[in-house]
Structure formats: structure tokens, C-alpha cells
């Protein structure tokens, strides 16, 4: 009955969201200034949250594949800058701000970014009117023309136009995360000292960028949203790259704190040289802004699932086969850090051709000084010596382990991944479109600046926020709060195209039912003809049948007339009709 109604439910999304898909591409088409407003609308009726987020939760890839969606994204994506811009012309004027005001990068407008006429104010008292705009303009309440902008306002625009871009964000946080990285490497290669010496300052540098890190984590997950303060930190954590995030700080405070101390300054060195290898890992997270790369990020998250099924069947043979080879070869060491060395990591070792015979075959073991006292090779006084009775079984076993490890179990492996990467790469577009919106929403409510200048960022949030209460423009590109009349206007032009794509439906229905009639029209017309066809070949045998009667009847006359007349005397007889 589980199983049934999962089933069902799932149909039942899938059926939805298709319904969804259509009556938004035909708000899109309609209205497509209309059609955003109702992506980023706050619903009461669901919690505040919007279409978007739903989507996001209900994990509708479908429907964040459509090209109504990733309009949206990409427009906020490069905010209002053109979306040709390359790359190499971002990195220039990241690093050289003074080119914002040049024509090294090309911005929209005021008149490219409302694309009307000034005397047509945006306003949504008639459902027929299809203006396009640009998502800051267009989520705004302001429905005054523009007036021709002053130098020192057109200088402030340029510069909050490449600031608050996401892309611009992206940029920056990617630059400024590999120089941490780098000077992250820095510290533990080149200027890591042991106490009492104290830290050198690169490596005061180093702490203050991972506070500032530590500062924007605690931003994300406390102060981002319009939840409680509960409920942001749920959502926070449903995020896999901030636990990864979380995971590397942690494990840089610990490495610190056990690196300031003479006792702990090696454990210190090794925490911070893992903890290395975690921030490394977290560029993985960039690739998602890729087409190419985005979708292999979703493959090797599969893959690593089906590693760890992969290795609970390989642990199980690693076992069977380390602890007989071990009970069989060395009885005698009871070392248990040895013993675990042998049965786990020498088998494993095995598997890829680093195999040590001359532990393993007797007839290669040379004569050593060995014994087999338990007591002295317990106090490591000799080494144990190779027990060479039942060496045949140990050899057997090898070969066995050898066959089963590396061509079942890996061969077994190979096709998972394959299966995984033929599952995911035929629907990759449709992958990255969805985790593309992740990305997209995590670098648009991020500040401006990157670590470690972020607290800049964060000094000049918490004063426009907190102390002049002026509310964050951006905040409308993905949670747009409407009036109540026009959030009743919306609705309405919605329930107008719903309307309009549910007629749609009914008439391709009808269509597609006019035309199956049809074509059933055109088989029986056929089959009628074919039965008059089968009557006039009925008919016309029955005329042959009865003239071939009157034959036959003629004949029979001329024949007894001629057996009776003086013709035919003398003659032989008349042939007569045989009988079957």
C-alpha cells in the first residue's frame, strides 16, 4: 500500500507540475514582465515563500528547464550589465575599478533597461499591455518616468550596477578564495612556526581572513531571510556546501588552537594540513556556474554513492581474505596495530599489483632472524617468522582474491558508474538549470565585496539596515512583496491565462479527437467499399450462375431433341453427365 501510494503522489506531482509548466509558458508569452513577478510573488496562502522556492523544495526540474526561468536567472545573474560581457573584461575591472566608468564594459540604459515610452507608466490595470523591462526596474513599485540622470547619480549607477551583479560577486569571492588558498598553502609550507616563537604575520593575516569567513557563514545562516531565526539556521544546514563550510572552520579553530600550544603544536600541523585539503575541495562548488562542468558535479555526488556500496561488498571480501591469510601466515604476532596493517591494508594494496611474494610464497621467503615466541615479538626483540605450513591454501586464497577483487567487484563498480554517468548526462541540461538556481540565489544575497574586505560589506549592511532602516533593493529580485491590489491584479491576469491555456488544452483535445474521428471515418468509408465491392462480385456471379443454368438447360433440349430426330441414329450415344 507504501509503495502504491508513493506511486501515486508521485504522479500527482509529475501531473502538477506539468500544469504548472503550462500555465506559466503561457503567462510568458503573454506578459513576460508578469510572468517574473509571478516567480519571485510572496504567497500568503503558502507561507510567504514564492514559486520559485516551492519549485526549489519540491525538487520540479521540469520546471526550472523552462526558458521563462533561466530568463530570470540570467537577467539577475548579470544584473545590468550586458550579458555578452567576457570574462577577461570582469577580472580587469574587478582589479581596476576605475574602468567601471569606461566603455571597457557595456551597462543598459535607462532607456534600454524600461524599453517603453516614457508616457506609458507600468501599470497593470489593463491585462492586454506587454511591456519588458529589466528585473531591478521592473520587480520596483515605481511607476514615474525616469528623469535624465546627473553626472555624479550616473557615476553612483555605474558603480552599484557592476557591484551588485552577481556574477560580480562570483568573480570576486573565486579570486580572492584562491589567494586565500594560496597564502593558505603559504603559511604551512614556507612560515609555520612552532611556539614559542608565535605566529609570523602571514599567519595572522590567515586568521583574520578565516574570521571573516567565519563572519559571512554567520550571516548566511542568522540574518538572511524573513524566517526565525530557527528556522533560517534549518535551512542553512540543509545546504551540503555549508556543512562543508562549516566542517573546514571548525577544523581550522581546532587546528589553531592546538597549534598555539608546545604539546599540541604537531596535532595543530596536522588538523590544519587536512583542513587544507577541505577548502581545497570546496572549489569544486565553482564548477556549478558551468554547462559543461555543472552536471559532473551532480555525477560524482552519485558516484560516490555508489562507491560506498561498492565498498561494503569489497570490505567484506577484504575481511574474509586478511584475516585467513593472516591467521595462516603469522599466528604467533599479536601486535593488533600489525595486525590491522595486514588484514586491511596490505590486501587492499594487493588489488592494484603490490604484491609481496616473498612474505607470501614459501619457496621465495629468505632465511632471517625470526621467531616464533610471542612474548619477544610482542617487545619487538625479533621479527615473526612466516609459517610455511598449509603455504598452498595462502597462494590458492591470493589467487582467488585476486579474481574476485579485480575483475568482478571492480568491473562491478565500472558499470554503476556507467549507468550513473549515462543517467545524469542524458538530462544534464535539465541538472544544471536546477542547481544553477542554487547558485544564483547564494551570490545574490551575498555583499559585494569578498573575503577578507567582507566586513566592509557587512559595516555598511548593518548600517543601512539596522541605523538608517532602509530596506535592500535586491531583495525584490527574488522575494517581491505586492500590495494587495496588486497582488489582486496579478492574480487576476494569471487566472486570465490559466483560462486561456486550459481552453488550449480543451481545443488540441478536441482537435486531436476531430482528427482521430476522422481517420476512423476514412477506415469505415473504406471497409463500405470494400463491401460493395464483395456484393457487385456477388451479384455478378449470380448472373453468370444463372445463365450457365440456362445453358446447360438449352444444351440438355438440343440433346434429346437430336436422340429423338433421324440425325443422329446410327451414331454413338450422347455422353452423359458424370457423377461425382
Not at 197 to 215: K, M, Q, R
Request: one cysteine or more; proline letters at 5%; a positive charge.
Amino acid at each position: 500500500m507504501e509503495a502504491e501510494e508513493a506511486a501515486s503522489m508521485k504522479n500527482l506531482a509529475l501531473r502538477f507540475e506539468n500544469l504548472a509548466i503550462g500555465v506559466f509558458n503561457e503567462c510568458y508569452r503573454n506578459g513576460e514582465p508578469r510572468a517574473y513577478k509571478l516567480l519571485v510573488r510572496r504567497s500568503s496562502l503558502w507561507g510567504g515563500a514564492t514559486i520559485l522556492h516551492l519549485a526549489h523544495q519540491a525538487d520540479a526540474l521540469l520546471f526550472f528547464a523552462q526558458d521563462g526561468v533561466q530568463s530570470l536567472l540570467t537577467q539577475n545573474w548579470w544584473g545590468e550589465m550586458d550579458q555578452s560581457t567576457p570574462v577577461w573584461k570582469l577580472l580587469l575591472t574587478f582589479f581596476c575599478p576605475p574602468l567601471i566608468f569606461t566603455d571597457l564594459i557595456t551597462f543598459r540604459s535607462m532607456d534600454d533597461d524600461l524599453r517603453l515610452d516614457p508616457s506609458q507608466p507600468m501599470e497593470m490595470d489593463s491585462l492586454d499591455t506587454d511591456v519588458k523591462t529589466t528585473v531591478g526596474y521592473m520587480m520596483s513599485e515605481n511607476t514615474d518616468p525616469p528623469s535624465p540622470p546627473s553626472p555624479r547619480r550616473f557615476w553612483l549607477r555605474r558603480w552599484r550596477q557592476f557591484w551588485g551583479a552577481p556574477v560580480t560577486a562570483f568573480l570576486g569571492n573565486v579570486v580572492m578564495y584562491l589567494l586565500f588558498l594560496f597564502l593558505f598553502s603559504y603559511v604551512l609550507l614556507m612560515d609555520f612556526s612552532a611556539p614559542p616563537a608565535g605566529p609570523s604575520a602571514s599567519e595572522i593575516i590567515l586568521y583574520i581572513w578565516v574570521f571573516t569567513l567565519v563572519c559571512e557563514e554567520v550571516r548566511q545562516g542568522c540574518f538572511v531571510g524573513s524566517q526565525p531565526v530557527l528556522q533560517r539556521v534549518r535551512q542553512y544546514l540543509q545546504d551540503t556546501w555549508n556543512k562543508f563550510d562549516i566542517t573546514a572552520l571548525l577544523l581550522f579553530i581546532l587546528g589553531v588552537i592546538c597549534r598555539l600550544f608546545p604539546d599540541s603544536f604537531e596535532s595543530g600541523r596536522t588538523i590544519l594540513c587536512l583542513d587544507f585539503m577541505v577548502f581545497t575541495l570546496r572549489l569544486i562548488h565553482i564548477f556549478a556556474v558551468n554547462k559543461q562542468l555543472g552536471p559532473k558535479m551532480i555525477i560524482v555526488g552519485r558516484m560516490m554513492k555508489d562507491v560506498f556500496l561498492f565498498l561494503f561488498f569489497l570490505g567484506v571480501w577484504l575481511v574474509a581474505y586478511g584475516v585467513t591469510t593472516e591467521g595462516l601466515l603469522l599466528p604467533h604476532d599479536r601486535r593488533l596495530p600489525w595486525i590491522f596493517r595486514r588484514v586491511f591494508y596490505r590486501p587492499y594494496l594487493q588489488i592494484f599489483g603490490q604484491i609481496p611474494l616473498n612474505e607470501i610464497d614459501a619457496a621465495l621467503i629468505a632465511a632471517a632472524n625470526c621467531t616464533y615466541d610471542p612474548v619477544a615479538i610482542l617487545m619487538e626483540e625479533a621479527q615473526p617468522c612466516t609459517n610455511t605450513y598449509a603455504n598452498w591454501l595462502v597462494l590458492i586464497l591470493l589467487v582467488v582474491f585476486l579474481l574476485v577483487a579485480n575483475i568482478l567487484l571492480l568491473n562491478l563498480l565500472i558499470a554503476m558508474f556507467s549507468y550513473t554517468f549515462a543517467k545524469v548526462q542524458g538530462n544534464s541540461d535539465i541538472y544544471w538549470k536546477s542547481q544553477r538556481y542554487n547558485l544564483i540565489l547564494e551570490y545574490h544575497n551575498r555583499p559585494a565585496l569578498a573575503p577578507p574586505f567582507i566586513l566592509i560589506s557587512h559595516l555598511h549592511l548593518f548600517i543601512k539596515r539596522h541605523i538608517r532602516k532602509v530596506q535592500s533593493s535586491k531583495g525584490r529580485h527574488f522575494l517581491l512583496k505586492l500590495s494587495e491590489t496588486q497582488d489582486a491584479r496579478l492574480l487576476t491576469w494569471e487566472s486570465v491565462q490559466k483560462e486561456n491555456y486550459l481552453v488550449a488544452q480543451k481545443r488540441q483535445k478536441r482537435d486531436a479527437d476531430t482528427e482521430r474521428l476522422r481517420r476512423t471515418s476514412q477506415k469505415v468509408d473504406q471497409v463500405l467499399k470494400q463491401l460493395s465491392e464483395i456484393k457487385e462480385s456477388e451479384r455478378r456471379l449470380r448472373t453468370l450462375e444463372t445463365k450457365m443454368e440456362y445453358c446447360t438447360t438449352a444444351l440438355a433440349w438440343m440433346v434429346d431433341v437430336l436422340a429423338q430426330s433421324d440425325i443422329a441414329k446410327g451414331r454413338k450415344a450422347p455422353p452423359a453427365q458424370k457423377k461425382d
